[in-house]
Each structure stands twice: as structure tokens, then as C-alpha cells.
């Protein structure tokens, strides 16, 4: 007589809210424990729900809590009696990501509690779900004292880490408060119109009568910032390419190339390929589009085929023009060098965990490296582009100067006031000023 099979065990779904921070935790613990950054981490996570508002809280309660990090995760620490072993890190995110929707997003403090012991069990953590309950509490009641403390230390204060905010105020003493504090508020979405396909004052037209907020600032020619965030792919002309999501700052590459129809041009280190779009929408030109991840080549592709626009992509090291170079010179270069980023923190707050000050010594070679093999590749008479989004000197006007001491035949061109604070023949402009990310810009012409 064959045993009748035992019954599988019905688990119940998770509540929707419960659900959002059981996978929040996730992505927050990969993203601050396993160095896995939010780009990558985030989408996928989001794909698994249908909801726009699950999205939307999934997407603020991770930049939220990663951003505040290095302060709640002290805050932290002097909740609890004893220190959360070593295998309960999944539990510290979910207390990090629940004070971080109490006291960053103001959600109420009880729904976030009795969510976040809902999430510990779900996550396997039944055994700390009263320590969740109790510490969490422990925030709302001690919250005021608590900021107070924290706020002594210009670590937890400004939830950067300390080599970075000695590097800032080195480089920018006189704004070194003002990035800390820009690098902690949310950036404004911004688009790039596709002159190709469509006209800015047409797609704002579009988007008043989608009852969508908008403006489109004089400064620059092809952006229309939005007055909050939201989902892109819907809004109009999306599907059509009419536009591309780009930083204002990222937009005045274009401006300094000054691309016109049939010049050969190169856009090294091209991934995700923003600038080699906005290039190929100014003008008709020959642009090769190299990167070293191949990976990333092809969300280059992808990306200017929704635009409608071609380009030859290329996979290659840039500091090795020997593997890749068909010997035609470009009659302009764009350097868009692999940085620290520490321009961008308000966009990828993640930078602030995984960046280390050893770092920036080996970035600042990589990018002289770069500079050096493709200088022999610019036609006489051409320009180069070299722009980071980094602030910090040793990575910006340290490289360039660097590299006009070595090469006679570089002359650098004079940039404008608008782009920023002047930065040895460079311009810098800082987190947050005009509305936009940090960036540096440097142009040189080769005279013979």
C-alpha cells in the first residue's frame, strides 16, 4: 500500500508593503556588503513588481538607506546593549532600511515597525524580530537625541566617509560643506531632447498636456528638466526616441566638441553611450564608439537604436589604440574617463561605500594612460575632450597638467565661466550648482 505523499506546507503571500522591504533588505545588503552596486542591483529587484507605487518605494527606500549608510548604521550602534554577530547582517540592513523610511522618508513609524518584524521573519530572521521590534522603537522614542550626536561628527553628520571628506575639503575648502550636504539630496531628472526626432518645445507641449511638470532651462539646448521623478518609459515620446535621460552637466560635453557633419570623431569609453548619442544627434558624423566591457558595448547599441542613430562600436582598451586603431585619424576625441564619480554621489550614493581613498592614485594613472595613447590619434588642428565626473584634483587638473608638461604640440582651449570654477586650464563645476551634477571639462587642440 504506497503512503499517501505529504502535504507541501501552503505558504501565505507577503502583504504588499512587507514584500517591498523584504526585497529592499536584499538589494541592501548586496549593495553594502557584497560591493554589488545599485545600477545593478536595483532594476531587476523593481521588475518584480507590477505596482508603480511598490517600484517607487522599493527605488526610495534603497537610495534612502544607502545614502544615509555610514549614519544610520552608527545610529545603529548606540541602540543596541551589544553588537549584532557577525551572520545577522541581513538583519542590519533591515534596520538601517527601517529607520531610514521613519526618519528619511517620514513613513509613520508604526506601519514601518510591525513591517519590518513581518520582513525578519520572512527573511529568515524570526529569531530577531523582537530585536527589530525593540530597536526600531528604541529610534522613534530616542530619535531627537540620537540626530544630536550624530550630528557632532562630520562622518555621521554628512554620512560620507572620512577620507572623502578630507579629500573634499583639500580640493574645496571654501564649498566643502555645500558638496557634502548637495551630495545628500535627491538630483532632478533631466532629459536630452533627440533633435532627430523631435523639438523641446513640441515634447514640453506634450508633456503640460500629460499634466506633467516641466522646464526647459536656457543654458542648455537640449534638456528639459522635470519638476519631480518618475517612470521615463512612460512618459510621451519615450518609445518614439525623442529623448534620452542625461545630466545637464554630461549635455555641455557636446557644446565643447562642437561636432560638425563629416568629421570622424571617437567617444572613448563610450558605455552607456549618453554622449555618443547627443554627438550623433547634433550632426552627421563618423563616430566610433569604443569600450573595454563588451557587455556594456552593446547597451550602447541598444541605447542609439532606440534613437534611430548608428554608430561603429568598437571593443577595445583605450590605452591600447595598437588593438583596435585602423590608423585614421579623429578630428575629435571625447575622454569621458573612468573616475571616482564622486561628482555623481547624489545620483549613485553608492559610491560612498564602495570607493576608497587608495583608489584614486590608480584611477588618476588609468586616465593619464588613456590621454597619452589616444593623443598620437587626434588629426592636427582637432580637439579633445577630456571630462571626468569627479571633483577631485588629483584626477582633473593634476591629470592635464600632467599631460601639457609632456606634450608640446597640446594647447588648452579657454573654457567658459558657465562651466563651473576655474581648475587649472580646466573648468569644474560642483554637485548641485546650476541644478547639476560635479563635473570637470578640459579642452585641448593639437597644433601640428
Not at 160 to 189: C, F, G, K, V
Not at 202 to 209: I, R, S
Not at 334 to 341: E, N, T, V, Y
Not at 415 to 439: I, K, N, T, Y
Amino acid at each position: 500500500m504506497k503512503r499517501a505523499a505529504p502535504r507541501q506546507r501552503q505558504t501565505a503571500p507577503l502583504a504588499a508593503g512587507v514584500a517591498v522591504r523584504v526585497t529592499a533588505t536584499r538589494v541592501l545588503g548586496e549593495v553594502a556588503f557584497d560591493g554589488v552596486s545599485m545600477r545593478a542591483a536595483l532594476p531587476p529587484a523593481q521588475a518584480q513588481f507590477a505596482d508603480p507605487c511598490d517600484r517607487a518605494l522599493l527605488a526610495a527606500s534603497v537610495f534612502g538607506a544607502t545614502r544615509w549608510w555610514l549614519r544610520l548604521s552608527a545610529a545603529l550602534d548606540r541602540l543596541m546593549d551589544k553588537p549584532l554577530p557577525q551572520r545577522a547582517r541581513t538583519v542590519r540592513a533591515l534596520l538601517v532600511l527601517g529607520c531610514a523610511q521613519i526618519g528619511v522618508l517620514g513613513q509613520p513609524d508604526y506601519a514601518v515597525v510591525g513591517a519590518c518584524v513581518d520582513a525578519a521573519r520572512a527573511l529568515g530572521q524570526a529569531s530577531f524580530a523582537g530585536l527589530v521590534n525593540a530597536v526600531l522603537r528604541r529610534y522613534v522614542r530616542e530619535r531627537g537625541t540620537l540626530e544630536a550626536q550624530l550630528d557632532a561628527d562630520v562622518l555621521t553628520r554628512s554620512a560620507h566617509p572620512r577620507w572623502l571628506i578630507e579629500a573634499i575639503t583639500r580640493d574645496w575648502p571654501q564649498q566643502a560643506e555645500s558638496i557634502l550636504a548637495a551630495n545628500n539630496l535627491e538630483a532632478p531628472l533631466t532629459l536630452r531632447v533627440n533633435r532627430r526626432r523631435a523639438q523641446r518645445e513640441n515634447l514640453l507641449a506634450q508633456l503640460t498636456a500629460a499634466d506633467i511638470e516641466a522646464s526647459a532651462p536656457a543654458e542648455l539646448a537640449d534638456a528639459i528638466v522635470l519638476a519631480e521623478s518618475r517612470d521615463v518609459s512612460q512618459l510621451p515620446g519615450y518609445a518614439q526616441g525623442a529623448f534620452s535621460v542625461q545630466d545637464g552637466a554630461a549635455q555641455c560635453v557636446a557644446d565643447l566638441l562642437d561636432v560638425r557633419d563629416d568629421l570622424r570623431v571617437l567617444d572613448a569609453c563610450a558605455a552607456p553611450g549618453g554622449k555618443a548619442a547627443h554627438l550623433l544627434e547634433r550632426a552627421c558624423i563618423d563616430l566610433v564608439a569604443l569600450d573595454n566591457d563588451a557587455r556594456r558595448l552593446a547597451r550602447v547599441g541598444e541605447n542609439l537604436a532606440r534613437l534611430g542613430l548608428v554608430a561603429q562600436l568598437v571593443h577595445g582598451d583605450a590605452s591600447d589604440p595598437a588593438a583596435w586603431w585602423d590608423h585614421r585619424t579623429f578630428d575629435r576625441i571625447l575622454i569621458d574617463a573612468p573616475c571616482s564619480a564622486s561628482g555623481i554621489i547624489r545620483r549613485q550614493p553608492d559610491i560612498k561605500l564602495h570607493r576608497r581613498a587608495g583608489d584614486i592614485a590608480a584611477l588618476a594613472a588609468t586616465q593619464r594612460a588613456i590621454l597619452d595613447a589616444l593623443w598620437p590619434l587626434l588629426a592636427p588642428g582637432g580637439r579633445m575632450v577630456y571630462a571626468t565626473c569627479s571633483i577631485l584634483r588629483e584626477e582633473n587638473e593634476q591629470v592635464l597638467a600632467a599631460f601639457l608638461a609632456a606634450h608640446d604640440d597640446a594647447r588648452p582651449v579657454p573654457l567658459p565661466d558657465s562651466l563651473g570654477h576655474l581648475a587649472g586650464v580646466g573648468r569644474q563645476r560642483l554637485p548641485g550648482e546650476g541644478g547639476m551634477d560635479g563635473f570637470f571639462y578640459g579642452l585641448l587642440e593639437k597644433t601640428v
